[in-house]
C-alpha cells in the first residue's frame, strides 16, 4: 500500500511551458485534493475531486485544471506557467469529506520552480 | 467564514522538555474536528493528533496531547519529552461537516540538543 505519490518531486519550468503534476493513490479514496503551499505559509486548496468524473474549484484554482478519469489518479495541469506559480504542491485524498473526522493523506510533494 | 490563527511562526525548547504550540480558530459551526499536521524537511505532511468537537476529553497520542478550550476557541498541542525528531512545521486545522480543510499558517519548532 503505497498510499499518495506525487512525481516529479522537483521541476523548474520556464515563463509559458506547461506541466502536469501527477497523483496516484491506491486506497481507493473517493475524495483527492490539491493545495499549494508558498513558502512561510500554510496549505492553500487549488481544486478537488469527490470521485471519478467531478471536480470542483478551491480557493485559489486560476491558472490550474484538473481532470478525474480514475479514482485512482487526479492529474493538475498547468497551461502557462508563471513565477507566480513557484509553490511546492500536495496532493492528497480522503475516503469521504462528509463526515469531519475523516482523515486526509497526503503525497510527499512537488517542488514547483518557475524562471 | 472560518479562520484558524496560529501566532507564534517559530518556538524553541530544549530536548526532553515540554512545548505547546497555540491555535485559534473562528467558527459558528457546533460539529467540527481540528488537527494537528506535522511537516518535517521531508515536506511530507503527517497527521499528529486530532480531536471531536463534541468530545470534552482533550485528545492524547503518545507524547502528544491537545488542549481544547470550545469557547474559547483555542486547540494548543503539547508536546512532552520533545526529541530532536519532532522537529518541523506544526500546522493547525478546522474542518467541518461536508467542507474543506483549513489550515493555519504553522509554527515552526526548533529543538535544541
Known amino acids: 500500500n503505497a498510499g499518495v505519490t506525487q512525481t516529479p518531486k522537483f521541476r523548474i519550468l520556464k515563463i509559458g511551458q506547461s506541466m502536469t503534476l501527477q497523483c496516484t493513490q491506491d486506497?481507493?479514496?473517493?475524495?483527492m485534493y490539491w493545495y499549494r503551499q508558498d513558502p512561510g505559509m500554510g496549505l492553500k486548496l487549488i481544486y478537488y475531486?469527490?470521485?471519478?468524473?467531478?471536480?470542483d474549484k478551491g480557493e485559489v484554482p486560476n491558472g490550474y485544471n484538473v481532470s478525474r478519469s480514475t479514482t485512482e489518479d487526479f492529474p493538475l495541469r498547468l497551461e502557462l506557467a508563471a513565477p507566480s506559480q513557484t509553490s511546492v504542491y500536495f496532493c492528497?485524498?480522503?475516503?469521504?469529506?462528509?463526515?469531519?473526522?475523516?482523515?486526509?493523506?497526503f503525497g510527499p510533494g512537488t517542488r514547483l520552480l518557475v524562471l | 467564514a472560518q479562520t484558524v490563527t496560529q501566532s507564534q511562526p517559530e518556538m524553541s525548547v530544549q530536548e526532553a522538555e515540554t512545548v505547546t504550540l497555540s491555535c485559534t480558530y473562528d467558527?459558528?459551526?457546533?460539529?467540527?474536528?481540528l488537527f494537528w499536521y506535522k511537516q518535517p524537511p521531508s515536506r511530507q505532511m503527517i497527521l499528529v493528533i486530532r480531536?471531536?468537537?463534541?468530545?470534552?476529553q482533550n485528545a492524547t497520542e503518545n507524547r502528544f496531547s491537545v488542549n481544547f478550550q470550545k469557547a474559547a476557541k483555542s486547540f494548543s498541542l503539547k508536546i512532552s519529552d520533545s526529541q530532536l525528531g519532532d522537529a518541523a512545521m506544526y500546522f493547525c486545522?478546522?474542518?467541518?461537516?461536508?467542507?474543506?480543510?483549513?489550515f493555519g499558517k504553522g509554527t515552526r519548532l526548533h529543538i535544541l540538543p
Open positions: 492528497a485524498s480522503s475516503y469521504s469529506a462528509r463526515v469531519p473526522q475523516e482523515t486526509q493523506y
Open positions: 486506497m481507493n479514496h473517493n475524495y
Open positions: 475531486s469527490v470521485g471519478a468524473g467531478i471536480t
Open positions: 467558527t459558528s459551526e457546533s460539529d467540527y474536528y
Open positions: 480531536q471531536e468537537a463534541y468530545k470534552q
Open positions: 486545522a478546522y474542518r467541518s461537516a461536508g467542507d474543506k480543510i483549513i
